[in-house]
């Protein structure tokens, strides 16, 4: 049996959510959701929805599995339609589809390498000839390959990291802002290492301190067409990057050196989306949202 932490606010099957994990390593980032033991939590059966995002269309990187994928149900709990480019992982993409069909959305999945530029070109496209419109965009892919020394850290890697972490970040924001509008939004999936750092993943802290001050940068040239841009800086959360880039040992452990002494689920970041893509957020932009156990960081 797996070490729960009860929901005492929760009577459904969120009622406990794990404190530790089975020793797992998978070979291949950015990793495989059906695979892991436990599956993390994607949604929250509490959470029913009032319709903050009615017939809007979403654009969410990486929504096949993990933060992406549970941003994907409340989004379509919440009326959205969305679209989830994903690398490798169709098993994934698929249960994430029938989720948000069953929903009573609809979900276009797009199999594709968004670290390439024109590959974005082609996924705005493939939604605005489906959809007609784009309202929202959540750049939401990463890498992450932790090495004990910067030495060890190749000049292949270092490209890989920043093509996914960062560069398709700018891609897709270029090809998706001729088509969104005045009450649009931009959310970028950060992480608490641009601000604690972490020393054995020198390079993807980078990265995500670069994306902290793309968030701000682009928020302050798009503030006059009406788009706000905002990020969400996520501590540990148990998606498959995790078991795809830790050893199984410190998989076993992962989380447990926050103050709320366990990990996050993708059930208990999905809310912070919401609130950036709706207008909840009307007057929140160049921010950025932490969602990290309890981790004291300078915003």
Not at 190 to 216: C, H, N, P
Not at 217 to 242: D, H, K, M
């Amino acid at each position: 049996m797996i070490p729960g932490y009860p929901y005492y606010s929760y009577k459904t099957e969120c009622d406990v959510v794990p404190i530790s994990f089975p020793p797992q390593h998978q070979d291949r980032q950015p990793g495989l959701e059906y695979l892991m033991v436990p599956r993390p939590i994607s949604e929250n059966p509490s959470y029913l929805g009032s319709q903050k995002l009615k017939d809007k269309v979403a654009i969410i990187t990486g929504g096949d599995s993990g933060i992406g994928r549970a941003v994907a149900i409340a989004f379509a709990k919440e009326g959205a339609n969305v679209v989830i480019p994903y690398l490798y992982e169709t098993e994934d993409a698929e249960e994430t589809r029938q989720r948000v069909q069953q929903l009573g959305r609809e979900c276009l999945p797009i199999k594709c390498d968004l670290r390439i530029e024109r590959t974005s070109a082609d996924v705005v496209s493939q939604t605005i000839g489906t959809f007609g419109k784009l309202d929202v965009l959540v750049n939401n892919i990463g890498v992450q390959f932790p090495q004990q020394s910067i030495l060890d850290i190749s000049a292949q890697q270092l490209e890989d990291t920043y093509r996914t972490n960062i560069f398709s970040f700018f891609y897709m924001t270029k090809a998706a802002l001729p088509h969104l509008c005045q009450g649009s939004s931009i959310i970028n999936t950060a992480s608490v290492t641009a601000y604690a750092g972490e020393k054995t993943l020198i390079d993807y802290s980078s990265t995500k301190g670069a994306i902290v001050s793309f968030t701000r940068s682009l928020s302050l040239n798009l503030v006059e067409q009406g788009i706000r841009v905002n990020a969400v800086a996520p501590g540990p959360i148990w998606t498959p990057l995790i078991v795809s880039s830790f050893s199984a040992e410190r998989v076993s452990t992962f989380g447990t050196d926050t103050p709320m002494k366990r990990a996050g689920q993708p059930f208990e970041l999905a809310p912070t989306y919401v609130y950036l893509a709706s207008d909840d957020s009307s007057y929140v932009t160049g921010q950025v949202l932490h969602v990290n156990g309890g981790t004291m960081v300078e915003s």
